[in-house]
């Protein structure tokens, strides 16, 4: 039960991170079903969602590497990475046979860690205005990895998706302390002499 919380939880960091990209390498992953598991996915006919997902994946591999494409991105992935988290926790849930309550209740919770790894990025993002092109790439890359981990290696996808919500709660933190620097110093009287 353990492994398959770890698997929900790696799979959902990656729709924290991208949005098509997990669904397209989950369906490639499934071969002969596709998306018969996903939900929403399932209803659609498998060409539309082929193409849909590719176009967008290749969206999401070559326009996170301009300024302007990471902003469309992070608008999109913002309002759709709740709902993608749950699809792709469901559909991990129902693949890995999980044993746990109300299935609603993994896709919430799936959702909500997406939405949140998705947060950090969009306020790393408008911290640093646009993101440095080696951060995307390791974004790019730990999406592919932690979606891989979530069938073949549970274990080292959960830690990886442990680390990250670690990382996120570090980055409130900074984002609270330099909030609170910068009020300081804006209501800091400047000290300038009208003499």
Known sequence: MIVALLSILSASAAAGMRIALPLLIIGFLQSERLWSDVPILASIDPPVVISILTSWSLFELIG?????????????????????????????????????????LIGLVGGLFAFLLQLVLVGWFFRLRGLPIWVVLIEDTLCIFLV????????????????????AVRSSQHWQQWYRESRRLALKPSGLNYD
């Open 64 to 104: 996170s590497k301009k300024l302007l494409g990471q902003r469309i991105l992070q608008v999109v992935q913002l309002l759709c990475s709740p709902v993608v988290g749950s699809m792709i926790s469901i559909a991990v849930a129902k693949l890995t046979q999980v044993e746990i309550g109300p299935i609603w």
């Open 148 to 167: 891989l981990f979530a069938f073949n290696a549970p274990q080292e996808g959960g830690l990886i998706a442990m680390l990250l919500l670690w990382l």
